[in-house]
């Protein structure tokens, strides 16, 4: 789960974040077939009439290359007995796509999405009437994160129940042979100063370091088993993931923590479900032999969620390398409005400093400048984890505040 998404990074980049340019990369009057690299069914060509149609009944499908683009506009004139409609975001096996169909034979426009061949349709509250063996104009806009249905025209709907991304775009026809037809495809795209891909590179580069400086995963809640050594607290002896958190949180509370109990140090931050503890008993053996520890104030030990310190209250493990299993979940189901806001502005920093003459140009310096001073802003509300009072605040008052 990303921390923040492409569109909002754009928004945060202003001028620099919207599109410079209208790029027309397919213009097709269908005189060959030369722009589209694979179909289904047989298709029969027109160089005087300039479209194609079906010569089988059925469904026949004309694809096109894969684009690669999310934002996007695909216009198209079709004319149909049954069915015909532009395809997009779509496999080449077709079996996850997504299309804007005209159905004559119902007089609707319906929002198609196919996921593993099954397909869900609803009606986009189209109330024309739609004439058999007529040519319409569909257009299909892709925003990169809604879109808009255009017919001859005049907008009829926004998309907001399906993904837009970039992929295969095509055109399907449904009926008796000879009965559909499209002519004059045509296929433009948003130039940008940013791509999607540069944009996403910057984002998974901000979370990395927000996950560093907080010592923390804002992800959806992922899996880890993890083998620990107990060494009964000596800082020097501690892994060194585990060893960088504790000495980060100040003699103080470095002190409690050694005072009041034996602990060990999970890896990562914040713990999301139970810990499932182990110890093996046999460290010292050839054979492991491996005993549940049970988490809970009269059990073995407490855990504190967000520091990922466990406390061991009864039963101390004995000293042992890799003796300590623990399988637990960490992140968080929802990415926080401050980790998103931060994400996004780290995002931008990096795009401003990857751009030609390392963001200096005539008023793009003052922009990042502006940008700069909105992270300081930010980062006081997200601090390092140095100064995370989470630990500082709960570990003295153990015996109300654990799990």
Not at 45 to 63: E, Q
Not at 135 to 156: A, M, P
Not at 324 to 329: D, E, G, L
């Given at each position: ?100 169909m005209i159905d004559v034979a119902s007089n609707e ?271 006081d509300w997200i601090p390092p984890a140095t100064l ?16």
């Amino acid at each position: 789960m990303a921390y923040t998404t492409v569109t909002r990074v754009r928004s945060a980049l202003g001028a620099l974040g919207k599109p410079k340019a209208q790029e027309l990369v397919v213009n097709d009057n269908f005189v060959d077939l030369n722009n589209f690299n694979q179909k289904t069914g047989t298709w029969t060509t027109s160089a005087n009439i300039g479209y194609v149609t079906p010569a089988a009944s059925g469904t026949s499908l004309l694809m096109l290359n894969a684009l690669s683009s999310s934002s996007y506009t695909v216009v198209c004139q079709l004319a149909t007995t049954v069915r015909a409609g532009i395809f997009y975001n779509a496999t080449t096996t077709m079996s996850n796509y997504q299309a804007v169909m005209i159905d004559v034979a119902s007089n609707e426009i319906r929002a198609v999405t196919v996921s593993t061949g099954t397909e869900s349709t609803s009606n986009v509250g189209f109330t024309g009437s739609l004439l058999a063996s007529t040519f319409y104009t569909l257009k299909v806009v892709n925003t990169g994160v809604t879109g808009e249905i255009w017919l001859d025209g005049t907008k009829q709907a926004d998309i907001t129940s399906q993904t837009f991304n970039s992929g295969v775009c095509c055109v399907i026809m449904q009926g008796s042979a000879s009965s559909s037809y499209v002519k004059d495809f045509q296929v433009t795209i948003d130039g940008y100063y940013y791509s999607d891909s540069e944009i996403t590179t910057a984002i998974a580069v901000s979370q990395a370091l927000i996950d560093r400086r907080t010592q923390k995963t804002y992800s959806t809640a992922l899996a880890s088993l993890e083998l620990y050594d107990f060494k009964d607290a000596e800082l020097e002896e501690m892994p060194y993931e585990a060893a960088r958190f504790f000495n980060s949180l100040g003699v103080e509370t470095r002190g409690q923590i050694e005072d009041k109990h034996s602990y060990i140090i999970l890896k990562n931050r914040p713990v999301y479900s139970t810990v499932l503890l182990a110890e093996d008993v046999n460290a010292d053996g050839d054979v492991s032999s491996w005993t549940t520890r049970t988490q809970g104030r009269a059990n073995d030990f407490v855990l504190y969620r967000e520091s990922g310190v466990i406390l061991f209250i009864d039963n101390k493990p004995k000293n042992g390398h890799q003796n300590i299993r623990a399988s637990y979940n960490y992140g968080m189901t929802t990415v926080p409005e401050d980790v998103a806001e931060l994400c996004t502005h780290y995002s931008v920093r990096k795009l401003f400093i990857g751009y030609g003459g390392g963001g200096n140009q005539a008023g793009m310096k003052e922009a990042r400048e502006q940008n700069d001073k909105y992270i300081e802003l930010l980062e006081d509300w997200i601090p390092p984890a140095t100064l995370v009072g989470v630990v500082n605040s709960r570990i003295p008052r153990w015996t109300t505040q654990h799990e």
